[in-house]
């Protein structure tokens, strides 16, 4: 924090004067005064003495801030602060507002019962506070007596009912100060660059683009922090390539508020990478009318929009892929291929590890960007993998990511089954069930678990997307019938899951186990658990099959025990359920936990929370878990748009077996 009692304000006035007046057009100025500001380099008053500051607190019954006192001496007033404030108030035009503008009643009137003690007082800076504009476009400057820090210093707020709803906040004078001067570079480096306009050129926009070379060399060595610090001071100046340096670390960071990438996104060199993560964003938040779109992008060229339009509608049927060049473009189809069949982890690391070998698309690309866009590739990135890539040096910069930021970030999947029987958001997930094959490829499953049309893949999608996608266009449904939604992917070295996140209740006798019908040569493992349900009472089954025979299985449900076969030790449900006092656990999200840590632990098997949480699997629809009705048994089937049938006798309803419901 700087001293504002020892700042050099004549140094910094003086250059702030000489930079607006070589700024100007001929005949640009406003006014005498302005134009005697621009031959003298002036914009300044002649100082105020000790005397003169004195009179004014006299009558302002309030002794003046430290910085505010410190630049009166220097200059009383001030012409054109940034943009909008053409005269700033010294010892003379200083004045408290006393709601003279009348907007502390229209600020109350938008405060309802619930406002808390700070809208209130932003409401109330219109009476007390001290207004330092003189003459403005509708801008107010005030400074607040009750908003003062240990150094004395009173905070200073702007509004203008064109730039925001709620006063700006400046910490004080001099940060004001140094805001408007900011801002008037950054006004003038807006500037077209007609042949009436001086070259808006000095040695402050020189020490900042050289600041901007600096932080782009950095962030390729790693050094995104120090970097990102740079790249957003330039901004604030307005400087050329700062913001769309700067917004390419922010997105992958994770941040996606006003990330416009400037003027990358209209330069073809980076379009496919910087456009794809714009494009998604507008995917996934514009519900209506796509003429927005080339408003975002305007200055593009038409083949560029078009482009744009074309990632917009792959991205929405979800088709659109990442490709990138040379090695890392190698790395990326392998990531995808990991990712599809769930192993997340294996994904990014891939991804990770070929950051050394990435080369930028031009001067000003940091970073592989396109890819958080990919359906399948962006579920991977997190914050903390933002942190890794950023951290790791690329594009040809030799250098180390700093200690401790790859490992912990790279896995973000936990070992095992047990994250199964933590609470997720919401408490949505409180029943689940899953197969797991060994020896087989995802691919394979559904003509283990699937029959007829059913045994094919879909394309990679989340599970609520199958949900609503597949199961739209049924047509008919039976009480009887309960076929599993499933994703699918591997589960560890050697074996392979279907999952199913939202199944139907649990079919009780009815149930029959997929796993005698999944094994052939080796085993399969069958598992669903409802401990945690809201719906009825507990329950949780598991079975094992090998060699196309179920070999051992047992299930919890209304307070007991079924069982059959030779069950291992680290299986016994006497372990788990039952009086604790005998060793049982009861049941519960605890006795969940262990069963699964143990069903982990025998099979050497794990799920990928992440992939099945957050990513986008391939999916198909099992054959039923339940088996048909038996004679006398009643069941129900609904046709929609063909009339529905109510409950019959098993057997037939409406002239269709129930095999065929």
């Known amino acids: ?31 005498e005064d302005d134009e005697a500001a621009r031959r003298t380099r002036w914009l300044g008053l002649p100082p105020a003495s000790e005397e003169r500051i004195t009179a004014m607190e006299e009558r302002l019954g309030r002794r003046m801030p430290p910085s505010y006192r410190e630049f009166l001496k220097v200059s009383d007033g001030w012409r054109h ?9 010294g010892t003379e ?30 409401a109330d800076l219109w009476r007390r506070g001290l207004q330092l504009d003189v003459e403005s476009d509708i801008t107010h400057v005030l400074m607040d007596p009750e908003d003062v820090g240990e150094d004395g210093e009173w905070a200073v707020y702007t509004w203008a009912s064109w730039r925001a709803e709620s006063p700006e906040r400046h910490a004080n004078f001099l940060e004001f100060m140094r805001d408007m001067y ?53 901004r604030k100046y307005g400087r050329p390539r700062a913001a769309g340096l700067g917004d390419q670390i922010r997105r992958l960071l994770g941040q996606t508020y006003l990330v416009r990438f400037e003027d990358l996104v209209t330069d073809p060199r980076y379009a496919p990478e910087v456009l794809p993560p714009l494009v998604v964003e507008y ?57 599809r069949w769930g192993d997340t982890d294996g994904a990014w690391r891939t991804l990770r590890d070929a950051l050394p070998l990435w080369e930028p698309l031009g001067p000003d690309h940091l970073a592989p960007l396109g890819w958080v866009a990919d359906p399948l590739l962006g579920p991977l990135l997190t914050p903390e993998r933002g942190r890794v890539l950023l951290s790791t040096p690329r594009g040809g910069q030799a250098g180390e990511a700093p200690a401790g930021t790859s490992e912990p970030a790279a896995g973000l999947d936990p070992d095992g089954l047990a994250w199964l029987a933590e609470p997720d958001r919401g408490n949505k997930r409180t029943s689940y069930r899953f197969v797991l094959v060994e020896g087989v490829e995802p691919e394979e499953l559904p003509g283990r678990l699937a029959d007829g049309d ?28 309960d076929k599993a939604l499933m994703a699918v992917g591997r589960a560890g070295v050697g074996w392979s899951f279907a999952f199913d996140g939202g199944p139907a209740p649990f079919g009780g006798r009815r149930f029959v186990s997929p796993a005698a019908a999944a094994c052939a040569g080796k085993r399969a493992v069958v598992v669903w658990s409802g401990l945690r349900s809201g719906h009825g009472e507990p329950f949780f089954h598991l079975s094992v099959a090998r060699d196309g025979a179920e070999r051992y299985a047992f299930t919890f449900a209304d307070g007991e025990v079924r069982r059959s076969g030779e069950i291992p030790r680290a299986l016994d449900p006497g372990r788990f359920f039952g009086d604790p006092a005998g060793g049982g656990t009861g049941h519960g999200a ?36 339940t088996r048909p009705p038996r004679d006398g048994e009643r069941y129900a089937v609904i046709r929609l748009g063909r009339g529905a049938a109510g409950p019959v006798d098993g057997g037939r309803a409406g002239g269709e077996g129930p095999g065929n419901g």
């Open 1 to 31: 924090m700087t001293d504002t009692t020892t700042f050099d304000w004549r140094s910094f006035l003086l250059r702030w004067s000489g930079e607006w007046a070589d700024s100007l057009p001929e005949g640009e100025t406003r006014s």
């Open 81 to 89: 602060a940034g943009g909008f404030v053409w005269l700033l108030a």
């Open 93 to 122: 035009s200083a004045r408290w507002h006393d709601n003279a503008s009348g907007l502390a009643d229209m600020f109350e009137e938008y405060l309802d019962e619930d406002a808390g003690p700070e809208e209130r007082r932003e």
């Open 182 to 234: 900011r801002e008037f570079h950054r006004l003038r480096a807006r500037r077209g660059d007609g042949d009436e306009e001086p070259a808006f050129a000095n040695d402050t926009t020189r020490e900042l683009d050289a600041l901007v070379e600096e932080a782009r060399q950095e962030a390729l060595r790693g050094g995104w922090e120090r970097a990102r610090e740079a790249l957003d001071e330039a």
């Open 283 to 339: 995917a996934e938040h514009s519900y209506k009318e796509d003429s927005t779109l080339r408003f975002q992008l305007r200055g593009a060229g038409d083949d560029l929009v078009a482009l744009a339009y074309t990632m917009l509608e792959r991205m929405r049927n979800g088709t659109y892929r990442y490709t990138a060049a040379g090695p890392f473009g190698e790395a990326v189809e392998r990531a995808r291929e990991l990712v």
């Open 454 to 481: 059913d045994a094919v893949l879909n394309e990679p999608m989340t599970f609520w997307e199958a949900r609503t996608r597949l199961r739209g266009n049924r047509t008919e449904f039976s009480s009887y019938d």
């Open 590 to 625: 605890d006795t969940e936990r262990l069963l699964l840590e143990a069903v982990a632990r025998e099979f050497g098997v794990t799920l990928s929370r992440h992939a099945l949480v957050h990513g986008r699997l391939h999916t198909f629809t099992t054959r039923s878990w």
